[in-house]
T-cell receptor
Framework: TQLLEQSPQFLSIQEGENLTVYCNSS?????LQWYRQEPGEGPVLLVT?????EVKKLKRLTFQFGDARKDSSLHITAAQPGDTGLYLC????????FGKGTLLTVNP | DSGVTQTPKHLITATGQRVTLRCSPR?????VYWYQQSLDQGLQFLIQ???????AKGNILERFSAQQFPDLHSELNLSSLELGDSALYFC??????????????FGEGSRLTVL
């Protein structure tokens, strides 16, 4: 059983479209992190959310932490080919645990 | 460039063999983490060291072992290799004082192929 469930597993869209990916758990986390991993590279941190209900914006990316601190979402506005990558959410219970990720492909 | 260096980048070996993966953390980071990434399991935590001591252990097989040296570099040893051990192995470091609260900086990974 995966501690952090991410959906969808795969997402292929056209440039300019909006999208939302989700990260859900039955556990409560003190914080959740989102990473992006590009082919041939390691994951890179995008954001950390720490307060239930918190919304953080990073240019065209909007991250939300659920009120109960069990889930999070990532919304991308007007996606660009450069957004292509594997989006991973991660939370700490004892160690940093990752979901399996959403593989996003943005086609020009 | 994350500042974390992993070698080798690619490794091909046969079943039953033993390999060593090496990681140099970012300058000043005391914590080193090892993760295994495969298509079916995703990114799985193996083990964490903090300033030379084991701090947390995940789903690391008994055939695998790791250590962190006084200069803070770390090695992951994989022995009696099986086909299923083929994966990307990532090292990450952080400035955390043992508990994970901040950002992990990942290396580019070592891709292990067991034939």
């Amino acid at each position: 059983t995966q501690l952090l469930e991410q959906s969808p597993q795969f997402l292929s869209i056209q440039e300019g479209e909006n999208l939302t990916v989700y990260c859900n758990s039955s556990s409560v986390f003190s914080s959740l992190q989102w990473y992006r991993q590009e082919p041939g590279e390691g994951p890179v941190l995008l954001v950390t959310v720490v307060t239930g209900g918190e919304v953080k914006k990073l240019k065209r990316l909007t991250f939300q932490f659920g009120d109960a601190r069990k889930d999070s979402s990532l919304h991308i506005t007007a996606a660009q080919p450069g957004d292509t990558g594997l989006y991973l959410c991660a939370g700490v219970l004892i160690e940093l645990t990752f979901g399996k990720g959403t593989l996003l492909t943005v086609n020009p | 460039d994350s500042g974390v260096t992993q070698t080798p980048k690619h490794l091909i070996t046969a079943t039953g063999q033993r390999v060593t993966l090496r990681c140099s953390p970012r300058s000043g980071d005391l914590s080193v983490y090892w993760y295994q990434q495969s298509l079916d399991q995703g990114l799985q935590f193996l083990i964490q060291y903090y300033n030379g001591e084991e701090r947390a252990k995940g789903n690391i097989l008994e055939r695998f072992s790791a250590q962190q040296f006084p200069d803070l570099h770390s090695e992951l040893n994989l022995s009696s290799l099986e086909l299923g051990d083929s994966a990307l192995y990532f090292c990450a470091s952080s400035a955390d004082s043992g508990g994970v609260t901040g950002e992990l900086f990942f290396g580019e990974g070592s891709r292990l192929t067991v034939l």
